[in-house]
């Protein structure tokens, strides 16, 4: 059983986070994190995402898609399930996979693709984008620089559908996904991809590994 909501609409979101392997991650962080450092900043940011979600009052269970056994490892032990980046035709073909699996177990539950690059995600700004989500079959958030996508939510019943990548934000609102408020939500829209992500997600405040990971690093303009 999912735990009991105190308020917003009930409904309990298995979320689906995608994670490439750590070696490659991150690449557009290059001018501000080496590659000795990239790989211990990516999981981080993914230990931050995960731990977040989890601690969502709306959010029943996380399957995180990754052939990375570190971060495998890593993410398990904070509670999450690991599902293998099948089959091998990246980013939305590996979230199909993942999403039909958890509707094979619950044909009735509701998914959400959730990137792995919030480190900033707050809990309770998570179950509000959620709420707001169970009213329409599909929806999404767009992210913080307003053209890509942090969140992708299918209803019960309704195929997820991902179109992420450069640019997803015109391809989700095509494809019919509501586009959802942004008020209050600045923690679920801030991915980071560049060292001005990073910086204003530190602004924001971010999770203790990326505080950690980031502890000395010399961000650009900050
Ligand atoms: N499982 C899986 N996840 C992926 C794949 N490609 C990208 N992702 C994840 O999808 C999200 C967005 O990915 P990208 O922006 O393409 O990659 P990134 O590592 O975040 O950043 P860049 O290397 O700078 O592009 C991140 O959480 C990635 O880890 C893939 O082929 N398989
Ligand atoms: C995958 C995406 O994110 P980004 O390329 O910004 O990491 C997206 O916005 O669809």
């Known amino acids: 059983m999912g735990r009991q909501r105190r308020d917003g609409t009930g409904v309990q979101w298995t979320l689906v986070i995608p994670l490439k392997a750590l070696a490659r991650a991150k690449s557009r962080l290059a001018d501000t994190a080496d590659d000795g450092m990239r790989p211990g900043l990516a999981l981080a940011f993914a230990q931050d995402t995960v731990a977040a979600a989890l601690a969502c009052a709306?959010?029943?269970?996380?399957?995180?898609?990754?052939?990375?056994?570190?971060?495998?490892?890593?993410?398990?032990?904070?509670?999450?399930?690991?599902?293998?980046?099948?089959?091998a035709g990246g980013l939305n073909a590996?979230?199909?996979?993942?999403?039909?699996?958890?509707?094979?177990?619950?044909?009735?539950?509701?998914?959400?693709?959730?990137?792995?690059?919030?480190?900033?995600?707050?809990?309770?700004?998570?179950?509000?984008?959620?709420?707001?989500?169970a009213?329409?079959?599909?929806a999404f958030l767009p992210d913080a620089a307003g053209v890509g996508t942090t969140l992708?939510?299918?209803?019960?019943?309704?195929?997820?559908?991902?179109?992420?990548?450069t640019g997803s934000r015109v391809r989700h609102r095509a494809s019919g996904a509501v586009e959802l408020g942004q008020d209050g939500v600045d923690s679920v829209r801030q991915d980071v991809d560049t060292?001005?992500?990073?910086?204003?997600?530190?602004?924001?405040?971010?999770?203790?590994?990326?505080?950690?990971?980031?502890?000395?690093?010399?961000?650009?303009?900050?």
């Open 195 to 222: 060292g001005a992500d990073l910086r204003a997600a530190l602004a924001l405040g971010v999770g203790p590994r990326t505080a950690a990971a980031t502890a000395g690093l010399l961000i650009p303009g900050q």
């Open 58 to 87: 709306a959010v029943r269970d996380v399957s995180v898609v990754t052939d990375d056994a570190r971060a495998g490892r890593e993410l398990a032990a904070l509670g999450a399930r690991v599902v293998p980046d099948e089959p």
């Open 152 to 165: 992708l939510a299918a209803g019960p019943h309704q195929e997820l559908r991902p179109a992420f990548g």
């Open 135 to 138: 009213e329409f079959p599909r």
């Open 94 to 133: 590996a979230l199909a996979h993942a999403a039909a699996l958890v509707r094979a177990a619950r044909p009735a539950g509701a998914v959400a693709a959730l990137n792995a690059d919030l480190p900033a995600l707050r809990p309770y700004e998570l179950a509000r984008v959620l709420d707001a989500a």
